[in-house]
């Protein structure tokens, strides 16, 4: 059996993928549509289609993950070998109680489809909607590509894995952003922050996951992702 990734940085680059028209279309809000080819207005499912084509010409996946030791589960407060200030508030002690590792996760689709937007908002606002929603969607994919292979280790070592949450929901402060950053080493695959700690390129996320003792976890409903856990809090 190999070893377990424990404290070391492990890096992605040129994650493959797919643009599924499918969450394309859920990205923009529009429903009951999969295909382009379903849309009543043709000429919106053509810049739409020219967003998909871009797209494929300017995201290159990047990511990350780090896996930390717990250490010690306090009232709201989540202690690891490397860091014993990262994981605070009530839902952090709630999502990694019955755990021994927590993992990070850091994922981008690169800077060159914001550029674009940011250079098209001006004169072309509509396409340059439809691309930034296609780099949205694509950064959110790139996390859940690393989501599955950790998945996989997880397993590998007889645990269950928590859902997946995200730095800045919940109780979890977007301070957090800052070293979960350092930690990760996130700069070697383009990531910095700004002031506020919002993410650069801004198309990019971070979360963590918990490896939960499958004997102690208690049963619970089916898994959630970060988008869950954001709207159960509104």
């Known amino acids: 059996m190999p070893s377990m990734r424990i404290g070391t940085p492990v890096f992605f680059n ?4 797919e643009i599924e028209e499918r969450q394309i279309l859920r990205e923009m809000r529009i429903p009951k549509k999969s295909f382009l080819r379903e849309l009543d207005e043709p000429a919106l499912a053509a810049q739409i289609k020219q967003a998909i084509d871009e797209g494929y ?13 717990i250490t010690g589960i306090h009232e709201n407060l989540v202690t690891t070998r490397e860091t ?5 508030g009530e839902k952090m002690v709630k999502l990694l109680k019955y755990c021994d590792f927590a ?8 800077p060159q489809i914001e550029d674009r937007v ?6 072309e606002p509509a ?3 439809f691309l930034e929603r296609v780099g949205a969607w694509m950064a959110d994919y790139m996390g859940i590509h690393i989501d599955r292979v950790l998945e996989k280790e997880i397993t590998r070592f007889g645990y269950g894995r928590t859902f997946r949450f995200g730095v800045g929901y919940g109780d979890w402060p977007l301070s957090a952003q ?23 390129p801004r198309l990019s996320v971070s979360a963590v996951i918990g490896w939960e ?15 869950d856990e954001k709207e159960s809090d509104a």
């Open 213 to 227: 003792r499958t004997a102690d976890a208690p049963r619970k409903k089916p898994l959630r992702d970060e988008t």
């Open 84 to 88: 014993e200030t990262l994981f605070t």
């Open 118 to 123: 940011d250079a098209l908002s001006a004169n």
């Open 178 to 200: 800052k070293e979960v950053m350092e930690l990760t080493e996130a700069s070697k695959i383009g990531i910095s922050l700004t002031d506020s700690f919002i993410m650069i």
């Open 127 to 129: 396409y340059s909607f």
């Open 14 to 17: 040129n994650i493959p993928f």
């Open 57 to 69: 010409r300017l995201i290159q996946g990047k990511g990350v993950f780090r896996t930390l030791t």
């Open 103 to 110: 993992t990070l996760i850091v994922a981008t689709i690169g």
